[in-house]
């Protein structure tokens, strides 16, 4: 198989550069046309009346990163298809957003999720998550624009730091002016971008991988169609590790700041339902997708590992050299495919910033005032500030992925590994406060403090004594002769000495090496005991360990301290009392209409008037949805009574 050569054409430079455009054009458009935003909440929601399907494709782009894109299918070629099972977890979580989290957000209203805990907690506890999400998400935003960066500058030529820049600069831009109207569209095009590319791939993939029978008897031959189902929590991904560790490493996305925002973007409660059922299918068929392009990949490398041949220099740049490869000849394409990777890296980015925004906004800068008191111009005053707040997000996730690309692959690894250690504990604080009446502050406290420790000894350790991970057989036998000795070297510097012979096909499932009974090859299982065991933990089951350890502790110290006295909380903050009707669980489902009348939006709120009834009906314990809140905020500069009249009229 002779390398084909690297860079870009014209016509290359041409379909990437006009991708761009037109996404930076989409998110400057919305920004300007339609109903000019009011208020915060108009910026973050987008007048919660954005289209459903535009609201499910940016949903599903935002959590489709371009580390998934790249990393995904390289993952399927070197470890096989187990990694499918996922597609039962994302199915069930998918499920669980459409029939509990939507109503459960929908009566809360809270324009930050993270408010949540204040409610049912305590405020220190609540910017403690608030805190970790940004860590996380800025942490995270970082690694998604420099490691597509890293992967795309062999087979594109471009240079590392424009990637970066570039895209940084974009989305900080048309985010910071639309907000989350720019973000819904603009991610939305690029999700169309993204999967008509990866059907390119694909298509294109298997012809010239011989066609799909080909394909499939390549991976099948070297147990790549395999899935284990023992029950051993040191294998990597056995199908109980991908099932119950995946469906609560995924969960937590349907609790993410920038999932809720969307939930609550669109008109009702029912609306949000269909848009999830629309991005739903949407996942499950770019996740499809990029397993099987992972499985074509090695149908057409079967013979000859680009890493091993010395041709790409880390796993993550597969997918690249795969696409230079096959779509190499066609004009095009190749920049196409780069369109596709910044797409992805666009929409996670903007989506990450918005959020930040967000929670910076509402958990830290407005508490500092009472802004339910504001008038319209000083709420005008808060929405500069956020969109400067977006800028300044923006221009330290760039400088953060700089960072990243000087200190190298060690932060790169602990960077992705943090998805798993925060979401566990997260999830667990969550679940503590929604289900389990009698867990304390206190208790919550500790919990989330335990589980946030146990999850990055186990990661952290993992990561300090190189926890190895075997890949499947790889072959270099039909390499051409030019490729020189780089092939032998390669064996030496990727592979440790015991894994020479899966390396050349020979690998094991005992500790024998030769064929498995069904005459596949198999991996063997690595015997460890101690910390050992302990960090060779598959990394699926991070956020379980978090999880459990959260809720356990949680309920120990809440029992050992002083339970909480649920009578004082209303019944809509407990998920499980989401279906019942008692009185403190009683909250329209649907946004309230709006009236306008001239700079001053009225919304009508049975019991409830003005800004003097607010504080009334927060005292007695009904507290009101965040979005009728910042509504209310305008009323002073109109008499309660001009009100009334108005709504009698």
């Not at 907690?121 to 890293?150: E, G, H, K």
């Not at 490493?249 to 969307?262: C, D, E, H, K, S």
């Not at 057989?473 to 490729?483: E, S, Y």
Request: include cysteine.
């Amino acid at each position: 198989m002779e390398p084909k050569p690297t860079g870009f054409s014209i016509a290359d430079y041409i379909v990437f550069a006009t991708s761009l455009l037109a996404s930076f054009g989409i998110g400057v458009y919305s920004s300007l046309a339609g109903k000019k935003e009011q208020t915060t909440d108009d910026f973050f929601f987008g007048n919660h009346d954005m289209n459903i399907v535009a609201v499910a494709l940016s949903l599903a782009a935002t959590f489709l990163s371009a580390i998934g894109l790249l990393g995904l299918p390289s993952e399927i070629y070197r470890n096989g298809w187990s990694y499918s099972v996922l597609l039962l977890s994302e199915t069930i979580c998918g499920l669980m957003g459409i029939f509990l989290f939507i109503p459960f957000f929908y009566k809360l209203r809270m324009t930050s999720v993270y408010e949540y805990f204040e409610h049912r907690f305590n405020r220190t506890l609540r910017r403690c998550a608030c805190l970790l999400f940004i860590t996380y998400m800025m942490l995270y935003m970082s690694i998604v624009l420099y490691a597509p960066a890293l992967a795309l500058s062999q087979v594109s030529g471009l240079p590392i730091w424009v990637s970066i820049l570039t895209s940084g600069l974009i989305c900080t831009i048309y985010t910071s002016l639309g907000g989350m109207k720019a973000v819904i569209w603009t991610d939305a095009f690029q999700m169309v971008i993204m999967l008509c590319g990866v059907v390119i791939v694909l298509v294109h993939g298997v012809i010239s991988a011989g066609g799909v029978s080909t394909v499939l008897e390549a991976n099948r031959n070297t147990g790549r169609l395999f899935v284990d189902f023992h029950g051993d929590p040191t294998i990597r991904h056995s199908f109980w590790a991908l099932l119950v560790g995946g469906t609560i490493n995924i969960m937590p996305f349907g609790l993410n700041q920038a999932t809720v925002q969307r939930y609550l973007s669109v008109k009702n409660k029912r609306a949000a339902q269909r848009m999830l059922s629309i991005q739903l299918p949407t996942i499950l068929t770019w996740w499809t997708i990029l397993i099987s392009v992972g499985l074509t990949m090695f149908g057409y490398y079967k013979g000859c590992d680009p890493q091993l041949s010395g041709r790409i220099e880390r796993p993550d740049q597969m997918m690249a050299i795969f696409v230079s490869d096959v779509l190499g000849y066609l004009q095009g394409l190749p920049g196409l495919f780069t369109a596709v990777v910044y797409s992805a890296t666009l929409s996670t980015v903007s989506s990450g910033v918005n959020s930040i925004v967000v929670v910076l906004t509402e958990d830290f800068i407005k508490p500092m005032h009472d802004m339910r008191r504001k008038t319209l111009l000083e709420e005008r005053t808060i929405m500069r500030i956020t969109k400067g707040l977006s800028f300044l997000i923006g221009f330290v996730a760039i400088g953060m992925a700089f960072i990243s690309s000087a200190l190298g692959r060690g932060l790169i690894q602990f960077c992705v590994s943090i998805e798993g250690m925060c979401g566990g504990p997260l999830l667990g604080l969550f679940f503590c406060g929604m289900m389990l009446p009698f867990v304390s502050s206190k208790g919550a406290t500790v919990g989330v403090f335990c589980g946030l420790v146990m999850t990055f000894w186990i990661g952290i350790g993992a990561i300090v004594t190189h926890a190895t991970v075997e890949p499947m057989p790889l072959f270099t036998d039909t390499c051409p002769a030019f490729f020189g000795n780089e092939t032998t070297d390669n064996f030496a510097a990727f592979f440790p000495a015991n894994q020479s012979s899966a390396v050349k096909g020979i690998s094991s499932w005992n500790d024998t090496a030769g064929l498995g009974p069904d005459n596949v090859f198999r991996i063997q299982r690595p015997n460890l005991s101690g910390l050992d065991w302990l960090y060779g933990i598959s990394y699926m089951y991070y956020s379980m360990v978090g999880f459990l350890v959260t809720i356990v502790v949680a309920t120990v110290v809440s029992f050992a301290t002083g339970r909480q006295d649920s009578s004082k909380i209303p019944d809509r903050f407990f998920l499980y009392k989401l279906y019942s009707n008692s009185p403190g669980n009683q909250r329209p489902d649907d946004e309230p209409q709006r009236k306008k009348y001239g700079d001053v939006i009225f919304v009508p709120v049975p019991v409830v008037v003005g800004v003097a009834g607010a504080a009334d009906h927060q005292a007695n314990g009904n507290l009101l949805p965040r979005q009728i809140e910042n509504h209310l905020l305008l009323e002073s500069q109109v008499s309660t009574d001009r009100l009334l009249s108005r709504t009698d009229n």
